[in-house]
């Protein structure tokens, strides 16, 4: 697949994640296989975030230095963490709805597993847009190099 179509369905699928959760849809209640669409739906559109900006940014060979080289492997972290993503919110929540409650006896489903779950999304969805600006003013500041040459 070209890199043009690649990028274009994994906007696709960031842009539908960013609808439907914006207007609250009813179909993000729908049950598929006994999982709420919703999660699924979130699921593949953390991965689908994670590859976008991996991809967008595929050129990390180019600048070599070592926060690109760490960029590059902080990249490839949080596509496997949004990949295992599912598996996480299952364990923290202790059920298939992601739910949690202040009557949970353990910290599986407590408040604490809670805060985990949220910090663990924000940062799914913050940490690909600070690497790739980063990576981006690295790219910047080293074609500007460059040119004084």
Known sequence: MKKRTYLLVLSAIIF???LLFSTGSSILN????????GNILIWVGLIAL????????TNYESINTTIAKV????AKFFIFISI?????????????????????SSYLGSPKASILFWNIIYTLVISPIIL?????????????KLKKL
């Open 30 to 37: 729908i049950n598929l296989f006994g999982i709420p669409f």
């Open 71 to 74: 960029i590059k492997a902080l």
């Open 16 to 18: 539908l994640n960013l």
């Open 50 to 57: 994670h590859l976008f900006f991996y991809k967008l940014n």
């Open 132 to 144: 790739s600006t980063i990576y981006t003013i690295l790219k910047f500041i080293d074609i500007r």
């Open 84 to 104: 295992i993503w599912f598996g996480i919110a299952y364990i923290l929540s202790g059920n298939i709805n992601f739910n949690f409650s202040s009557n949970a």
